[in-house]
């Protein structure tokens, strides 16, 4: 898909994004190594492995900010809505860390620990209005 290859994160992405990772994930008191998985890489890690299922995959993840493995440490990114969107991308990073750092916490708990650390009380979450994104 030529949509695909427009909006990919750069070098200069990857680069803001792993040092906001590291960054928060020193704040938020993470010892272990986040890792930042691209889209294909996230279908390993969900075990998907047909094309079709991963067409599956893809469709439903492509309208989420980000996903997280909490128990691995891995975090998906999602570039299509994140890429220059500085105050949502940081916003995603944190969510998806306080995950990590708290793999117990239900949504709403994440939910409201990322707005008080954002100042972020300008929207509703997807997963409220019947989305699944987490
Ligand atoms: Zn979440």
């Excluded at 906001?20 to 938020?28: A, D, G, K, N, P």
């Excluded at 691209?38 to 969900?46: F, L, T, Y």
């Excluded at 990114?77 to 239900?106: C, D, G, V």
Aim: net charge negative.
């Amino acid at each position: 898909m030529v949509e695909e290859e427009i909006r990919t994160f750069d070098d200069l992405d990857i680069e803001l994004n792993e040092s906001l990772i590291r960054v928060f994930s020193t704040m938020l008191g993470i010892k272990r190594n986040v890792i930042i998985a691209d889209r294909e890489q996230w279908a390993v890690i969900q075990e998907v492995t047909t094309l079709r299922e991963k067409e599956k995959l893809f469709k439903e993840i492509d309208n989420n900010y980000g996903h997280c493995d909490a128990k691995n440490g891995i975090i998906w990114l999602n570039p299509r809505l994140l890429k220059r969107q500085y105050f949502q991308l940081i916003s995603t990073i944190i969510h998806e860390l306080l995950h990590i750092a708290n793999p117990n916490w239900s949504e709403d708990q994440v939910f409201e620990t990322e707005r008080k650390m954002t100042g972020r009380y300008d929207y509703e979450p997807l997963y409220r209005l019947g989305y699944d994104d987490d």
